[in-house]
Nanobody
């Protein structure tokens, strides 16, 4: 069983920056995808960014491209999301998620898909 714990959320003014971290209790020896998703009340969960265990490629939602950067420290079992130029619409609960379904890994870790393991979430609030 994998446990994911997010940290680093908080409140920031528009234009500011935050870095989210996600500590995994362990990571599979097989290939896997790690990703960040977010949700606001009344809306479905939205994929934000994802990275495979190889770290070779990354995937981003169009709304965050050029502003958010996902990275993985495999030795520390920690996933990061660096967020800059934050906007009001970036407000939400951010979740770290993991999957090792081979079809998703082979597909490049699409953020449109639902991953199997989830953290408890970290709130990000952007104000004007």
């Amino acid at each position: 069983q994998v446990t994911l714990v997010e940290s680093g959320g908080g409140s920031v003014q528009a234009g500011g920056s935050l870095r989210l971290s996600c500590a995994a209790s362990k990571l599979p020896y097989s290939d896997y995808c790690l990703g960040w998703f977010r949700q606001v009340p009344g809306k479905g969960r939205e994929g934000v960014a994802a990275i495979p265990s190889s770290g070779v490629t990354t995937t981003y939602a169009d709304s965050v491209k050029g502003r958010f950067t996902i990275s993985l420290d495999d030795d520390k079992h920690t996933l990061y999301l660096q967020m800059v130029s934050l906007r009001l619409e970036d407000t939400g609960m951010y979740y770290c998620a993991l999957t090792f379904l081979s079809r998703l890994v082979e597909a490049g870790c699409p953020i449109s898909e639902k991953f199997g393991y989830w953290g408890q979430g970290a709130q990000v609030t952007v104000s004007s």
